[in-house]
């Protein structure tokens, strides 16, 4: 039998158990978690992609609207889901007043819906050859003046052979080049000239009145104030921007002719 102090001695022999040893990880593990973020990254790229196909505009053809109207060539674009955008306006001697003349992408390219097509639009012609407005009637004249896109906005009247209303003279002259939105003057026949019947000691002026121009017509009297007093002797409307002349006269020394024009006092003189 061992001793007690032996047994003790065996005993506090025995090895002390050390550190748990670690193992190292398996590489498999490492493998498969960078597969799992790869993959990851991967689906999240896909559905970002696939968001932004899903919202991005899709592309479209640039359609032919040369020589379309306007209003017409918006709709074509739109129908594109393109946006019409007039750039600049351009005089044409071909393509008429409010016509595309042409596009910007050119037709037929293609491009991203949403897109800005740039239109360049007519105005008509720059110039127009002055046509010969004699011997017609002063309305048919204004409205020739308007198809070419000239403005009949001032009329000067006289006495003449020709029928009343009829144009016996314009400015500029036929047939020379005039730029589109030139002001034309027409001369117009206030038929042929009466005859007046001179009275001894009467005195006779012819007054010539100007209007100004407007929208409205405006309406004129002349008033004679000789010997027989304050007389009417003329009242008319007449249009705006035309010019005329009256012959008026009294009796007396001292004759004096006042022209009105809406009520207002705008010529006063006496007659020589």
Not at 55 to 65: I, L, M, R
Not at 116 to 126: E, F, H, I, M, W
Request: aromatic share 6%; glycine share 8%; net charge neutral.
């Amino acid at each position: 039998m061992r001793r007690p102090d032996e047994e003790f001695a065996f005993i506090a022999r025995r090895p002390r158990p050390g550190p748990p040893v670690k193992m190292p990880p398996s590489p498999v593990w490492g493998l498969l978690a960078w597969l799992v973020v790869v993959a990851a990254l991967v689906g999240v790229i896909y559905l970002g992609f696939v968001a932004w196909e899903q919202s991005a505009p899709g592309e479209a053809t640039v359609p032919n609207v040369v020589g379309v109207q306007l209003d017409a060539a918006r709709t074509m674009l739109a129908n594109k889901q393109l946006i019409a955008e007039v750039g600049a306006y351009r005089s044409s001697d071909t393509v008429p007043k409010d016509y595309v003349i042409r596009t910007d992408p050119n037709p037929g390219k293609v491009v991203k819906q949403g897109r800005a097509v740039r239109l360049v639009v007519s105005t008509g012609r720059g110039y127009v050859t002055m046509p010969d407005l004699r011997e017609m009637p002063a309305e048919k004249a204004s409205a020739i003046c308007d198809e070419e896109g000239l403005r009949a906005t001032r009329r000067t009247y006289k006495f003449d052979s020709a029928p009343q209303g009829y144009v016996i003279g314009q400015s500029p002259e036929a047939k020379t080049h005039v730029r589109v939105g030139t002001e034309v003057v027409l001369m117009v026949s206030r038929g042929p000239e009466p005859e007046v019947r001179l009275e001894p000691g009467h005195k006779y002026a012819d007054v010539t009145i100007s209007l100004p121009s407007g929208a409205e017509r405006r309406h004129v009297e002349i008033v004679v104030v000789d010997d027989n007093g304050s007389n009417v002797v003329y009242s008319a409307w007449r249009d705006p921007g035309s010019s005329f002349a009256e012959r008026v006269g009294g009796e007396g020394q001292d004759v004096e002719v006042r022209v009105y024009v809406d009520g207002d006092l705008t010529k006063q003189m006496t007659l020589p």
